[in-house]
């Protein structure tokens, strides 16, 4: 799912392409994408676009006479630019968005179709689709920390809800944790106040290196690789692979369509977090250290 980085490249290079520019139309090849029914999404056409905003994981098209346009991508959907009157894709397309500049295609791969547009009228329209979720580049750590411990939830589960934070999903809070040396497991109300400090840090550090590298990745383009997965990234998506610090085997917990991946010498003291997937199988078998796991891969 495109994240706080990945949204924030995607405004800025649509804030270049439609920004004082008017939408002359909108055409769906999904009827199931609008989720809303008044305005009407014909309310919004010959109107021009005066602002881009981001809501969590959502980007956001304001128009004049206080109308947004509001897309969530979920995990398969993007975005992409191409010339005006561009073609919907036939299998993956979902709506195109014709400016006079060009067009802006709603494509989402995959079976499970959940990507979703809101056409809202007003501010207070607008503040209904809101998590209500914390900008963490924007508050110090004390601000931070009394969110944190509002309720107790593992670290994994409280950065990537989004009532809580804003825009911090599944990728960048690996990456985050990480960077922060702390275990996913971790429940937020045994935080200390260094530890806090020290994952607001580690927040702010990952979420602006990411923000730079897209920006210059992209450059004057647009952004056609958005994905969970990167080159350069320490442990998301690198089961298996070696910790860029330690260079111990990255390890992973399986839960619902998700993971966590982590460094358990970096992060959890050498301790392997039970996998749903395979602990409860192994039972007594399941290694409990990184050490246990090793040794095992050493007799086999």
């Known amino acids: 799912m495109p994240e706080l980085p990945d949204i924030t490249i995607y405004l800025e ?3 270049r392409r439609v920004l004082g520019v008017k939408l002359e139309g909108i055409r769906q090849a999904n009827p199931f994408l609008l989720r809303t029914v008044e305005p009407k999404l014909q309310d919004v056409f010959g109107r021009t676009v005066t602002a881009l905003r981001r809501i969590g994981k959502r980007v ?36 195109a968005f014709d400016f006079a500049t060009g067009t802006l295609l709603l494509t989402e791969a995959g079976t499970k ?27 110090g750590a004390d601000e931070f920390g009394d969110q944190l411990r509002k309720e107790n939830h593992t670290l994994k589960r409280a950065l990537t809800d989004s009532r809580l934070f804003s825009g ?16 996913p497991l971790k429940q937020t109300h045994k935080m200390d106040n260094e530890e806090i400090a020290r994952l607001h840090a580690s927040i702010r550090f990952i979420m602006q290196l990411w923000i730079d590298r897209l920006r210059k990745e992209t450059g004057e383009g647009f952004p056609e690789k958005v994905t969970a997965f ?6 998301h ?6 910790c860029p610090v330690c260079g111990t085997s990255v390890q992973r917990i399986a839960y619902a369509e998700n993971e966590c991946n982590y460094c ?21 078998d ?8 090793e040794e095992q891969k050493v007799r086999f």
Not at 76 to 86: I, T
Not at 113 to 139: N, R, T, W, Y
Not at 237 to 242: D, Q
């Open 13 to 15: 290079c649509l804030e």
């Open 60 to 95: 956001v098209l304001e128009l004049e006479g206080s109308f947004f346009l509001v897309l969530h991508l979920m995990v398969a959907g993007r975005l992409h630019w191409k010339a005006p009157g561009a073609k919907i894709p036939g299998r993956i397309g979902h709506a």
């Open 113 to 139: 179709k959940k990507a979703s547009l809101h056409c809202i009228k007003g501010m207070d329209g607008l503040g209904s689709i809101d998590p209500g979720g914390m900008e963490v580049l924007s508050v």
């Open 168 to 183: 911090i999903g599944n990728s960048y809070s690996d990456e985050i944790l990480h960077h922060a040396g702390l275990s």
């Open 230 to 235: 990167r080159e350069g990234m320490a442990v």
């Open 237 to 242: 998506g690198r089961y298996k692979k070696p």
């Open 264 to 284: 358990p010498r970096c992060q959890t003291e050498g301790r392997l977090l039970a996998d749903r997937a395979f602990s409860r199988l192994l039972k007594d």
């Open 286 to 293: 399941w290694p409990r250290t990184i050490q246990e796991l």
